[in-house]
């Protein structure tokens, strides 16, 4: 976990393999996360980056059901909204997965318009007072 001065901390992490997809699940759930930052694609240069670790539609993780509701496709980002429940929690928490799909293995955005752009739209869209945030690329 990363602490910022005068910020919420956020979680830094790598994108999820199919091995680790209930460990990463669980803790999003463990630590109360309301927002999923991912900055990588499934595949670059034919090489796997990470597994594509939420459903079309709904999947169970062992005890955690992961539940697709709303996907928002935009030029350079989607955005995912999930429901999220653990079995014997009685609590339902909407997750959401802010995509950004324009960022190059190995490089870096051609264009800042776009970046900036998902950056406003990860905090608009960001419970204040959720836990932290998951960065993952």
Same mark, same amino acid.
């Given at each position: 976990?990363?602490?910022?001065?005068?910020?919420?901390?956020?979680?830094?992490?790598? $994108?999820? *393999?199919?091995?680790? &997809?209930?460990?990463?699940?669980? *803790?999003?759930?463990?630590?109360?996360?309301?927002?999923?930052? *991912?900055?990588?694609?499934? &595949?670059?240069?034919?090489?796997?980056?990470?597994?594509?670790?939420?459903?079309?539609?709904?999947?169970?993780?062992?005890?955690?059901?992961?539940?697709?509701?709303?996907?928002?496709?935009?030029?350079?980002?989607?955005?995912?909204?999930?429901?999220?429940?653990?079995? $014997?929690?009685?609590?339902?928490?909407?997750?959401?997965?802010?995509?950004?799909?324009?960022?190059?293995?190995?490089? &870096?955005?051609?264009?800042?318009?776009?970046?900036?752009?998902?950056?406003?739209?990860?905090?608009?869209?960001?419970?204040?007072?959720?836990?932290? *945030?998951?960065?993952?690329?």
């Amino acid at each position: 976990m990363i602490w910022l001065p005068g910020r919420k901390s956020l979680i830094a992490t790598q $994108g999820p *393999m199919q091995e680790t &997809v209930f460990d990463f699940w669980r *803790m999003v759930w463990q630590e109360n996360t309301a927002a999923i930052v *991912m900055v990588t694609n499934l &595949v670059e240069v034919g090489r796997v980056k990470c597994c594509k670790y939420w459903p079309d539609d709904t999947e169970i993780y062992r005890d955690i059901k992961v539940t697709l509701i709303e996907t928002e496709l935009l030029s350079e980002y989607v955005i995912r909204t999930f429901a999220v429940e653990k079995r $014997g929690a009685h609590e339902i928490r909407e997750i959401r997965q802010f995509h950004f799909t324009g960022w190059p293995d190995h490089g &870096v955005p051609y264009h800042a318009t776009g970046l900036l752009g998902f950056i406003r739209r990860v905090k608009s869209k960001t419970l204040t007072n959720a836990g932290p *945030m998951v960065v993952h690329c």
